[in-house]
């Protein structure tokens, strides 16, 4: 279970980092208390501005992303090590201000569920699983793109993998 909270952190922190979204101050979310019954949680310091998320620097990073890779079984090449989202969809789903906080959720994909595998457990495997990105605002209701959209099609790497310096599995200069 901890490589799938590891790789949902990851996720939302590249997230973050790809939407660049500038707050307003009257769009500015209230302060959060961590939640009481996570104590890793609770030794987090949350800074003012990002509540729940902060950036990290590139070392950490690695540090977290090379600790989830060496959990995967040696030569396993069909195993999840990223997700990738288009940058505009993310832009103009988060772009709705009342947008205050991002919800990530592991889901198989239609294709998956389609070829007779519904509540099927299909582990990490690229092309099986995918993210659903749902923002919500301050009282927790969730806020759907034109009424009833949610933001998926997370593209598997590896299976649709970047490239470029991108293409790694790590974080490069």
Known sequence: MKPTILL???ILGFMLLACNKHETEAAKPQQPTAPSNNPRALERNYPDNYPFSSFISIDSGNKMLESYLASLSDNDDS???SFIFNADSLRS??????????????????EYINEGNYGKPTAYTSGNLTIIVA?????GSYVYKNGNKV?????????????GAAAGSTLTY
């Open 135 to 139: 923002g919500y605002d301050m009282n």
């Open 151 to 163: 933001l998926e099609h997370a593209m598997p790497c590896p299976h649709d993998c970047a490239t």
């Open 8 to 10: 949902t952190a990851m």
């Open 93 to 110: 789903y988060l772009n709705d201000p009342r947008i205050t906080n991002v919800k990530l959720m592991f889901g198989h994909t239609l």
């Open 79 to 81: 195993s999840i090590h």
